[in-house]
């Protein structure tokens, strides 16, 4: 069986767990079917795929996984990005990865140390119960580890990703390991292109969501996705959410120099994209889009979650910028 063929039939058995164990819109489970849920993962291998050392093309089968799970969840799709990121560069320096997470900060210096900052914060997703966290800067240049018992919950508010029990901490300089450079700004790469596709998924469950809405609702003894103008919309959602797929294409099959830029450019779309299409799926529901009972409220929270979590868009910009015109003196 080709590598191809070996993941597709993986997806297949991570797609059927996810239509079982994540109604499209329940936004936090509870206690008995997040245990279930976790059970599952572990046993069909998905918590464990990030520190998967033999795995050819680890990083397709990560960013495909994560889309798959978002189409039903995007924060879990969340919480499985952040973990696999972690995963991933605690492997490259040989230090156990069984349960970790991974987050960005602007309280990290370029060279990995805390900066004197009484406000520095990082948002983490703890439904997986991480014991670790690997914390990136800002930039994406320099990161740390640490262990998740010396980071303070702040206790925020917060609307997003709320299946993801994310939870706000202010960072401290204790316990706290700087990573190799190197790892630091693959573990960032790593991040970024797997919340792209957390971004892609969670797109295209809205316009799943949206197209079988548009089939069963009926106006006037017609579905309304016979109605030109929905059909427009809707048509829209699909180029928007079949750009970022192509652009996520792009950089996992980059290699050297070009991925990074790949990757950036796949996350510039899939930001904007993700919430123009959960904006456009409450428009395809009319009054319906606004309560809580349908899910596409709930998916536009989230999309502007998982836009605020990639790294900042004008950073991105500007390192695409870079890339075109050559930095600027």
Same mark, same amino acid.
């Not at 058995?13 to 599952?40: C, F, H, I, K, N």
């Not at 069963?216 to 109605?227: C, K, L, T």
């Given at each position: 069986?080709?590598?191809?063929?070996?993941?597709?039939?993986?997806?297949?058995?991570?797609?059927?767990?996810?239509?079982?164990?994540?109604?499209?819109?329940?936004?936090?489970?509870?206690?008995?079917?997040?245990?279930?849920?976790?059970?599952?993962?572990?046993?069909?291998?998905?918590?464990?795929?990030?520190?998967?050392?033999?795995?050819?093309?680890?990083?397709?089968?990560?960013?495909?996984?994560?889309?798959?799970?978002?189409?039903?969840?995007?924060?879990?799709?969340?919480?499985?990005?952040?973990?696999?990121?972690?995963?991933?560069?605690?492997?490259?320096?040989?230090?156990?990865?069984?349960?970790?997470?991974?987050?960005?900060?602007?309280?990290?210096?370029?060279?990995?140390?805390?900066?004197?900052?009484?406000?520095?914060?990082?948002?983490?997703?703890?439904?997986?119960?991480?014991?670790?966290?690997?914390?990136?800067?800002?930039?994406?240049?320099?990161?740390?580890?640490?262990?998740?018992?010396?980071?303070?919950?702040?206790?925020?508010?917060?609307?997003?990703?709320?299946?993801?029990?994310?939870?706000?901490?202010?960072?401290?300089?204790?316990? /706290? &390991? !700087? =990573? @190799?450079?190197?790892?630091?700004? #693959?573990?960032?790469? %790593?991040?970024? +292109?797997?919340?792209? *596709?957390?971004?892609?998924?969670?797109?295209?469950?809205?316009?799943?969501?949206?197209?079988?809405?548009?089939?069963?609702?009926?106006?006037?003894?017609?579905?309304?996705?016979?109605?030109?103008?929905?059909?427009?919309?809707?048509?829209?959602?699909?180029?928007?959410?079949?750009?970022?797929?192509?652009?996520?294409?792009?950089?996992?099959?980059?290699?050297?120099?070009?991925?990074?830029?790949?990757?950036?450019?796949?996350?510039?779309?899939?930001?904007?994209?993700?919430?123009?299409?959960?904006?456009?799926?409450?428009?395809?529901?009319?009054?319906?889009?606004?309560?809580?009972?349908?899910?596409?409220?709930?998916?536009?929270?989230?999309?502007?979650?998982?836009? /605020? &979590? !990639? =790294? @900042?868009?004008?950073?991105?910009? #500007?390192?695409?910028? %870079?890339?075109? +015109?050559?930095?600027? *003196?």
């Amino acid at each position: 069986m080709s590598a191809d063929a070996d993941l597709e039939e993986y997806l297949g058995v991570v797609r059927r767990l996810a239509e079982e164990q994540l109604p499209v819109g329940e936004r936090v489970l509870s206690p008995d079917r997040l245990g279930t849920l976790r059970r599952l993962l572990d046993q069909a291998g998905v918590l464990e795929l990030g520190a998967e050392t033999e795995l050819d093309g680890a990083v397709r089968w990560l960013s495909s996984v994560i889309t798959t799970i978002a189409r039903r969840s995007p924060a879990i799709a969340f919480a499985l990005a952040s973990r696999y990121a972690a995963q991933r560069a605690l492997v490259a320096i040989d230090t156990d990865a069984t349960s970790a997470v991974a987050g960005r900060a602007a309280g990290l210096d370029d060279a990995g140390r805390f900066r004197p900052i009484e406000d520095s914060d990082v948002a983490l997703p703890v439904v997986l119960d991480p014991a670790s966290v690997v914390i990136l800067d800002g930039q994406g240049r320099s990161g740390v580890i640490v262990a998740r018992s010396f980071l303070r919950d702040k206790e925020v508010a917060r609307s997003g990703l709320d299946g993801a029990h994310l939870r706000t901490f202010q960072l401290s300089r204790d316990g /706290a &390991a !700087a =990573l @190799p450079a190197p790892v630091a700004v #693959a573990a960032s790469r %790593d991040l970024e +292109l797997l919340l792209t *596709a957390a971004m892609l998924g969670t797109a295209e469950g809205a316009l799943q969501v949206s197209e079988d809405y548009a089939r069963e609702r009926r106006q006037f003894d017609a579905p309304i996705g016979s109605f030109a103008g929905l059909r427009a919309i809707l048509a829209e959602m699909r180029h928007r959410a079949g750009a970022v797929r192509g652009l996520l294409e792009s950089a996992l099959t980059a290699e050297g120099v070009q991925s990074e830029v790949r990757v950036l450019e796949a996350s510039a779309a899939a930001g904007r994209a993700v919430v123009q299409v959960a904006i456009d799926a409450i428009q395809v529901h009319g009054g319906y889009g606004y309560i809580e009972e349908y899910p596409v409220a709930g998916l536009l929270r989230d999309a502007v979650s998982l836009r /605020a &979590a !990639a =790294l @900042p868009r004008r950073l991105v910009m #500007a390192r695409l910028a %870079d890339d075109r +015109l050559g930095a600027l *003196a």
